[in-house]
């Protein structure tokens, strides 16, 4: 067997280095791209993944979301609960907030986005908002009769440049006229204008918690606690910490509460990168399966003649096969280069995503898929055409 | 030695056969020069394809050193080939990408020689052969001349016990034909070596220690040649 190799390794090597290069060069090259497309898309798509994932932990959910028991709208003594929260070892915030939908208007532009009321410190322990204030500034305890605007929400004069319905190009000192769902309708000066690439951040609008009650008749009330804690990947422990400490609310976790919207969005992805990888390893084999096809046809009275001096078919099979592993190889190390300098440049300018700036995730399993795949596939365009060729008898061969 | 009987080859289907051997019966010794001789669709390639187990026989049976060629199985034939047969073909056959030394280089590595073994017989034939100077170039920078000392060299790296040429100087001048063709006496001289050639050469016969003439798939006449260098029939 070993012998068998080493008699194919060497016809493999004398065929490559005395061969035609300019051939071998561009199946290389071919391979070598099919490697880029088959790391980068998927790296994109987890770079997608990787940003929601912290846009939503960082700007809507926290780690984890505490909503009123079934058939309740409120969790009542929401200080009580807090306090209790901010014991709990691993947890480093918690933000009680009410969120509703409101009508808000300026200048006849009328929007109905979410509204969001909150303690403005407790919410900085738990969500980022308040560093992305683009205009004005953000909301402080005890404000009233001020209102913080997303981006999108204060939207444009010129309102072609709109991407949601808006209030026609609102900035920070104007005053909006907003009307709550019980009736009331009040006057509140823009204080601060967000923009933070987050959808629902910048599409809604921030009033704070003291200001929502007064207009509600509500105390010590909330329908949302967001809990910020130490380490993200272990919501479910945590989940369980809290009720082992008495939490009877129902408990969410970031990931349960923005499954549907980041399913949607990477399954989508996942079935346009499903169809980049099969086009991807379908053009793999047929370039190598064609290449080593020819290759082998051309050759067709030397394989005779190598099987009439006694050079067994197994060796020549296996010589196509070592050299289509060496394209894979050549072309694989190549195309990890390409990707590097690719990697390099999206570093310096990154594509930016609704979302913000995408970095591309190259984790190890992918890298060792992407590589075992075009191994395989390599392995398979190899030997195919070697063994059919290598079938024919050697008088048939010979001729010619 | 060699011994083929009551051979037969038909070629093709249906009802276009073509016979190429009818019924050959034939039998070679050690040390023997044979050329096999005839026009054109004689046979005489036929039968050195039996003999060189490159084709099977429809009937009959071949029996080169006791061993029925029959009875082997794809790659006991191709061992047998590596291991006691050599092989000469009209075009020279090597392969383009090996140089004269690693064309010869090959059948020894396939047997499992060492590199320094193989280096060390394939360097001793082609200086033999008046190709020291030539181990490092390709085929495609060598002579037809040459290109065929190295094919002979391949085909006796290995010492096979038959060497078998199909009309080895086909394409070649005349000059290099008796280059050729002396080597093979010499070999055969020299070394015992047996030798079955095919030919169509007039001038090749005065090689031969045996003519064998074929003519439509079948043995028209065999001659041999006594020690005074006359070619007479075989009884």
Known sequence: MFEESKVAFFLAKRSILRGNKGTLSLTILIIGMVFVNLIFLPSIITGVAVLFNQQSIDYSYGNLVIEPKKNQVYISQVSELQRKLERIPGITGVSPRYLTSATISYKGNVVTPVLYAINPRDEQAVLRIATKVSSGSYLADGDTGQVVLGSRLAGNEDEKLDVVPSLGGVSVGRVVEISFNNGVTRQYRVKGIVTSNSFSVDSNAFITKKEYEDVFGLEDMANQVLVRTIETGKENEMRNTLLSFGVQEKIWTWQEKSANFLNQIIGSFNIINFIGTAVSLVIAIVVIFIVIFINTVYRRKQIGILKAIGIDRSIIIKSYLFQALFIFAIGTLMGGIFLLLILQLLAANPIVFPGGPVAPVVDLPLIVRSTMSLFIVSLIAGYVPAWITTREDILSAIRG | ?235
């Open chain 2, 1 to 235: 030695m060699i011994i083929g009987r009551d051979l037969t080859r038909i070629y093709g289907m249906g009802a276009v056969k073509v016979r190429a051997l009818n019924g050959v019966s034939v039998k070679i010794q050690k040390g023997d020069f044979v050329g096999i001789m005839g026009p054109s669709g004689s046979g005489k390639s036929t039968l050195l394809h039996m003999f060189g187990l490159l084709d099977r026989p429809t009937s009959g049976t071949i029996l080169i050193d006791g061993v029925d060629a029959g009875t082997l199985d794809e790659r006991a034939r191709t061992q047998f080939r590596l291991r006691r047969l050599g092989y000469v073909f009209q075009d020279y056959a090597l392969v383009p990408e090996l140089t004269a030394k690693e064309n010869v280089y090959l059948p020894s590595m396939a047997r499992g020689m060492t590199a320094q073994e193989c280096t060390l017989a394939c360097s001793e034939i082609l200086t033999l052969f008046g190709l020291g100077n030539r181990i490092h170039h390709l085929p495609g920078e060598m002579s037809g001349g040459e290109q065929q000392r190295v094919a002979i060299a391949r085909a006796l790296v290995n010492r096979p016990t038959l060497l078998l040429a199909d009309e080895p100087c086909a394409n070649l001048d005349s000059q290099n034909s008796k280059i050729i063709l002396d080597l093979f006496q010499r070999l055969n001289r020299d070394l015992h070596q047996t030798i079955v050639m095919v030919s169509h050469e007039e001038w090749h016969k005065k090689y031969f220690d045996r003519i064998i003439s074929m003519k439509d798939g079948v043995i028209e006449e065999e001659v041999n040649r006594s020690e005074g260098g006359e070619l007479t029939p075989s009884p």
